[in-house]
């Protein structure tokens, strides 16, 4: 069974220039996480899809971030225009509704410079 | 909203026992869980309590006090790649979600 797939890996732009993340989920899937870790810290929730629907982005800055799911499959997440502490690994995961687990991507490790 | 509180680092010596503590204080308490994370991977799910005892998953084990809100993960006959950062997280029924609150992680580091 294929993983959760991000790209790109890495990405370093410059402040206030714009950058977007993909994320395909695992198949069947139909809830959607998009966590953002700052070195050192632990996953912060950004925005959590059920199928093509939100759930939560209370802890999305919605001035910068946006975030969508055409279709309930694919995510891209977006961020215009990037501040430096914005400089984090942003982590997509998906679960199974009503799942426990959740499985993390690889991630994108994202700085801003 | 929650609170989690786990120590920042932990050092053990290879073929030992250790245990990583974990607090946490919320309102709806819905489940705990512990992810691994090795350094530049992805966390990867360990294990999940969302009644008290203790729940064994070969090597590794959690504990969970709900009323205590308190949970520990014993890792048994200690591996260098057990090597990695280990984060407590907790889910909230309270707003409906599912998403985890995690803590900051304890790095563990393995020595010979």
């Known amino acids: 069974e294929a993983g959760v797939a991000q790209s790109p890996r890495y990405k370093i732009i410059e402040k206030r220039q714009s950058v977007a993340f993909w994320c395909n989920p695992i198949?069947?899937?139909?809830?959607l996480y998009w966590y953002q870790q700052i070195l050192g810290q632990g996953p912060k929730l950004l925005i959590q899809?059920?199928?093509?629907?939100?759930?939560?982005d209370s802890q999305l800055p919605k001035d910068r971030f946006s975030a969508e799911r055409l279709k309930g499959v694919d995510s891209t997440l977006k961020i215009q225009p990037a501040k430096l502490e914005d400089s984090a690994v942003y982590l997509c995961?998906?679960?199974?509704?009503?799942?426990?687990?959740?499985?993390f991507g690889p991630g994108t490790r994202l700085t801003v410079t | 909203g929650q609170n989690i509180d786990q120590p920042t680092e932990m050092t053990a010596t290879e073929g030992a026992i250790v245990q990583i503590n974990c607090t946490y204080q919320t309102s709806g308490f819905n489940g705990l869980f512990w992810y691994q994370q090795h350094a530049g991977e992805a966390p990867t799910f360990l294990s999940y309590n969302v009644l008290d005892g203790l729940e064994e998953k070969g090597r590794f084990s959690s504990f969970l006090s709900r009323s205590k809100g308190y949970s520990y993960l014993l890792l048994k006959e200690l591996q260098m790649k057990d090597s990695a950062s280990y984060l407590c997280?907790?889910?909230?029924?309270?707003?409906?979600?599912?998403?985890?609150?995690f803590g900051s992680g304890t790095r563990l580091q393995v020595q010979p």
């Open positions: 899809f059920q199928n093509n629907g939100v759930v939560d």
């Open positions: 995961a998906s679960s199974l509704d009503g799942g426990n687990e959740q499985y």
């Open positions: 198949s069947g899937h139909a809830t």
């Open positions: 997280a907790v889910r909230d029924w309270d707003t409906g979600r599912r998403a985890l609150t």
